[in-house]
């Protein structure tokens, strides 16, 4: 078996372009939820300063769908063009694009779609209810089982919280252990006294 050849490091390189709005297409499959009205009052406020990025294995924008709905929104309630939104001759709006480092596979291309969201998150203690709250989770769920691998590829999930995902919660009863631990972290200590008791 000959050894897969490493692509020349001048091949993986980002390219920022100005494509028109109209042909930065988004993920049909994203399942990431999105508050338009506050993405337009920051893009408003801030200009359009975080471009979009386009994976050609995904065949779509592997993030950036909801800034790049939000200026569709825009464009079509007549606002101006924020800063960092070109025009083109025809008066339509032209967008900054991120190019180039595609995904190796399809997988690699969905879980990196979510791992993107939620990297930023993570960090400050969020556990999976946190994150989850980000994504339609069905959507999330079917985007996730649609592409084999793609639920093992990512980062910013622990395996276990994947298969919670997957799978869903387990309302098995536990065994009188760890009933017993469970109710161990419970108890709680005055502060004051130092007095062990189980809040009610």
């Not at 050609?56 to 063009?81: D, H, I, K, S």
């Not at 339609?136 to 995902?165: F, I, K, W, Y």
């Not at 387990?170 to 189980?198: I, M, W, Y």
Request: aromatic share 6%.
């Amino acid at each position: 078996m000959t050894p897969k050849k490493k692509k020349d490091r001048q091949e993986d390189r980002l390219e920022l372009r100005y494509i028109p709005l109209a042909e930065a297409r988004r993920w049909d499959d994203n399942p990431k939820l999105h508050d338009l009205d506050a993405l337009v009052r920051s893009i408003e406020t801030h200009g359009f300063g975080d471009p979009p990025k386009y994976d050609a294995t995904l065949g779509a924008l592997v993030y950036g769908n909801g800034r790049t709905e939000a200026l569709e929104r825009m464009r079509r309630e007549g606002r101006e063009p924020p800063r960092g939104i070109g025009l083109l001759d025809d008066g339509s709006w032209a967008v900054p694009v991120i190019f180039g480092v595609d995904a190796e596979s399809r997988a690699a291309a969905t879980a990196f779609a979510v791992d993107h969201n939620n990297l930023t998150l993570l960090g400050g203690g969020l556990g999976l209810t946190d994150l989850l709250a980000l994504w339609d989770e069905e959507g999330l769920q079917a985007a996730l089982e649609g592409v084999p691998g793609a639920a093992e590829m990512l980062t910013s999930l622990a395996p276990a919280e994947v298969d919670a995902l997957l799978q869903g919660p387990d309302f098995s009863p536990v065994s009188a252990e760890e009933q017993s631990r469970l109710d161990e972290k419970k108890r709680v200590t005055c502060p004051e006294c130092g007095a062990e008791f189980r809040p009610r």
